[in-house]
């Protein structure tokens, strides 16, 4: 297949590229303005912004599937940004495949966690795209997959390793709520054989599937303290209450509104951290034949060999 990867500098769209070009697909990454921290060698990766739908024309011609993984991935921030990248980003991605024609237009979305009041921007504007997918599915026959993962980590993650480490490195994280949540943990490799299983399946077409490792036994507290343990600092002691976390996260957003201070917690990070709704593969199972093969006790291990490896703990 003649794929196109959004996002190619991140995470998930790094691993994918890797991925795809690893089982023999001809691979294209678009980058904006950050540049990938490892390139891989049998891809072309290619400028481009998907706010400009002029850059992406010529990008898509060719194309078999486009795995749009590119987006504004915060938990504060300007909503025009988050609008314009997001939705509107996506949007103009779609225009310009429907012109080219594509096989499979596949959207790394993010599973949702239940909100008690104002949805943030990161989450409002996936939920729009979402919709608008879905919409010209029904009107298009666009052949959309909606893939929505829950908090995927692994070697090379930053938003749920790497930051959370050095969170703990500096003694600068609490747990909430007494250790309740959920983490959803998504091993970035059980994520690629889901995609790679969207991208070969016809039944997935016009579906939004749920992506996590089918595992909801692991609280945050457990997985933070393992980070702990890696770094070699105790069991965090530090704990306050939900409400606590939302007053403290609320002054912190108005903080960075006003004097641009970098909040140390948002109130995404508070409704993440205490989320108690477990997610059902069923669907991933049935649909995707997806079978997680990596467990959180082998991805733990994995992270902390590359931890160790990248000179990130001692």
């Keep these: 297949m003649r794929c196109l990867v959004t996002g190619s500098a991140g995470f998930i769209g790094g691993s994918l590229i890797k991925r795809l070009a690893k089982e023999g697909h001809d691979v294209k990454g678009l980058i904006h303005k950050t540049k990938p921290k490892y390139y891989e060698k049998k891809a072309e990766y290619v400028t481009g912004d998907i ?38 980003g ?15 237009f596949i959207f790394i979305s993010h599973i949702r966690h239940e909100f008690e009041r104002d949805i943030e921007y990161y989450t409002k504007t996936k939920a729009m795209a979402e919709q608008y997918l879905l919409y010209k599915f029904k009107k298009n026959n666009l052949p959309v997959v909606i893939i929505r993962p829950g908090n995927v980590y692994g070697p090379g993650a930053t938003t749920w390793v790497i930051r959370p480490l050095k969170a703990i490195q500096k003694n ?30 016809p039944k997935a077409v016009g579906e939004t599937i749920d992506i996590t490792d089918g595992d909801s036994s692991i609280t945050w507290g457990e997985y933070l303290n393992e980070l702990a343990r890696i770094a070699g600092k105790k069991n965090i002691k530090k704990n306050m209450s939900k409400n606590t976390a939302l007053m403290l996260s609320k002054v912190m957003i108005l903080l960075y509104k006003v004097f641009r201070i ?9 409704h993440i951290f205490t989320n108690t709704k477990s997610i059902s593969i069923e669907k991933a199972e049935s649909i995707l034949g997806y079978c997680p093969k990596v467990d959180f006790k082998e991805g733990m291990r994995r992270v902390e060999i590359w931890l160790r490896n990248e000179g990130y703990v001692n």
């Design 51 to 88: 706010t400009d739908i002029s850059s992406l024309k010529p990008l898509v011609r060719d194309i078999d599937v486009v795995f749009h993984c590119a987006a504004f991935v915060k938990d504060y921030g300007s909503k025009k940004t988050f609008y314009e990248i997001n939705f509107e």
């Design 172 to 201: 600068r994280i609490a747990l909430i709520d007494n250790d309740k949540g959920i983490f959803l943990h998504t091993y970035i490799d059980n994520l690629l054989d889901a995609l790679l299983s969207a991208m070969e399946e």
């Design 90 to 104: 996506t949007k103009n991605l779609v225009s310009a495949c429907e012109i080219s024609g594509i096989k499979k």
């Design 262 to 270: 970098e909040p140390m917690v948002t109130p995404m990070a508070v």
